[in-house]
């Protein structure tokens, strides 16, 4: 069974920083890619990060330049480091696993970004 472990959100004032991190169960390198999401108050759920088996990201535009998905390999663990935080980035933000026709889930981390 895959399991998605988040931690590192909280509260924090606009323009201030958190990192998020996500512990998996097994190695990273199960997945083709590992991502983070966030869903806002009345917001569909959207894809903030993701990064690849082989390295690769991609981020939603709102974030770029401001957020970093990375990972430790040895420890099972990807990050999502968030600087310059907005009011906007305000949501739940989940850590997710997928490979082709699986996708796996955490339970989410709650990020409030105060004005």
């Known amino acids: 069974q895959v399991q998605l472990v988040e931690s590192g959100g909280g509260l924090v004032q606009a323009g201030g920083s958190l990192r998020l991190s996500c512990i998996v169960s097994?190695?990273?390198?199960?997945?083709?890619?590992m991502g983070w999401y966030r869903q806002a108050p009345g917001k569909q759920r959207e894809l903030v990060a993701r990064?690849?088996?082989?390295?690769?990201?991609n981020y939603v535009d709102s974030v770029k330049g401001r957020f970093a998905i990375s990972r430790d390999t040895a420890e099972n663990t990807v990050y999502l480091l968030m600087n310059s935080l907005k009011p906007e980035d305000t949501a739940v933000y989940y850590c997710n696993a997928a490979n082709v026709g699986d996708s796996y889930w955490g339970r989410g981390t709650q990020v409030t970004v105060s004005p």
């Open positions: 990064i690849t088996r082989d390295g690769r990201t």
């Open positions: 097994m190695s990273v390198f199960s997945f083709d890619a």
